[in-house]
């Protein structure tokens, strides 16, 4: 009887300890499962989508901002191109005027020369 007991008495505990490791493996996968799935559902649908839209209103500001800066400062070398070229016609225009008055100097030393 007591051989039949002690079997019983493990038996049972070892049941009883199958039952618990089953229990606790059900918790740990259970934890699991619902972490991976909870990490699925922040990454394809976040509960706060306005953070994303506000970072990316900042985003696009800055990338205006940067545009708007780009355009500026082409057009101010522009304008600093433009009036180097006035500059330089001005220029040009009396150097021609210098040629001409010099050439009707040469003209008229000829003339008076001859």
Not at 19 to 47: E, M, R, T, W
């Amino acid at each position: 009887m007591n051989r039949y007991s002690t079997v019983l008495l493990l038996g049972t505990l070892t049941m009883t300890s199958i039952a618990h490791a089953d229990a606790l493996d059900g918790l740990f996968d259970n934890s699991i499962v619902g972490s991976i799935s909870q990490a699925i559902n922040d990454a394809y649908k976040p509960n706060d989508n306005r953070d994303d839209e506000q970072d990316d209103s900042r985003w696009e500001e800055q990338d205006r901002q940067r545009s708007e800066d780009g355009r500026r400062q082409y057009e101010d070398r522009r304008r600093q191109l433009e009036d180097r070229r006035r500059q330089l016609d001005d220029q040009q225009r009396q150097l021609d005027e210098q040629r001409r008055q010099l050439e009707e100097d040469e003209r008229r030393l000829d003339d008076n020369y001859r």
